[in-house]
């Protein structure tokens, strides 16, 4: 089955720095690669997704990666701010709808 | 609104009781799931529904016996709960359209404490 690694585990930096978080995936199979946001008390939710037949999306100051070659994939946040500290969620599932997640990267922006 | 919805949010019982754990969604999507997020913060999966049918079943204690009455409801009934059932609960929902994925939408979570 899939197997998600994420890195790194927590992540701090200044506000209106850029923060990047990397994850890589183990089935080639797999096509469809969600972002999850978790705000503290709450569920989970979707930021941002990317398909296998795309190499790059952007959506305001969020941008996602991917090299199927390497079975690699990043969320970039640039000019972050506190109100995007969270704890993030990369996943990674194939058609089955089996989704499988990273273990999250707890992201504190500095004031 | 158009949600996922979970009762209760937090539940306390002792160790022994049986408890069950709702969800609903009304967003149309034909997938429901069970995951459960430990102290460390990591979701693992626990069931998967697909139009009522049993899709994913990880190795979960038999304890843990999920129900769906319809495609938009997915329940979960635990019995004679332990001390490391503790965590939070959060159901999910998605499709597939056409044969692709999309993302999941998250209910609120469901905080279980086991005493």
């Known amino acids: 089955g899939e197997n998600v690694e994420q890195h790194p585990s927590t992540l701090s930096v200044q506000e209106g720095d850029s923060a990047v978080i990397k994850c890589t995936y183990s089935?080639?199979?797999?096509?469809?690669f969600p972002w999850y946001k978790q705000e503290l008390g709450k569920g989970p939710q979707l930021i941002i997704d990317?398909?296998?037949?795309?190499g790059e999306k952007k959506d305001q100051r969020i941008a996602v990666t991917l090299n199927k070659t390497a079975k690699h994939f990043s969320l970039h946040i640039t000019e972050t701010q506190p109100e995007d500290s969270a704890v993030y969620f990369c996943a990674a599932s194939s058609n089955n709808n089996d989704m499988r997640f990273g273990a999250g990267t707890r992201l504190t922006v500095k004031p | 609104d158009t949600a996922v919805s979970q009762t209760p949010k937090y539940l306390v019982t002792q160790m022994g009781n049986d408890k069950s754990i709702k969800c609903e969604q009304n967003?149309?999507?034909?997938?429901m799931y069970w995951y459960k997020q430990d102290s460390k913060k990591f979701l693992k999966i626990m069931f998967s529904?697909?139009?009522?049918?049993?899709?994913i079943n990880e190795t979960v204690p038999n304890r843990f016996s999920p129900k769906s009455p319809d495609k938009a409801h997915l329940n979960l009934h635990i019995n004679s709960l332990e001390l490391g059932d503790s965590a939070v609960y959060f159901c999910?929902?998605?499709?597939?359209?056409?044969?692709?994925?999309?993302?999941?939408?998250f209910g609120s979570g469901t905080r279980l404490t086991v005493v």
């Open positions: 089935d080639s199979a797999s096509n469809y």
């Open positions: 967003l149309g999507h034909d997938t």
């Open positions: 990317i398909r296998s037949n795309v």
């Open positions: 999910a929902s998605s499709s597939l359209v056409a044969g692709a994925n999309y993302g999941y939408t």
């Open positions: 529904y697909n139009n009522k049918e049993l899709i």
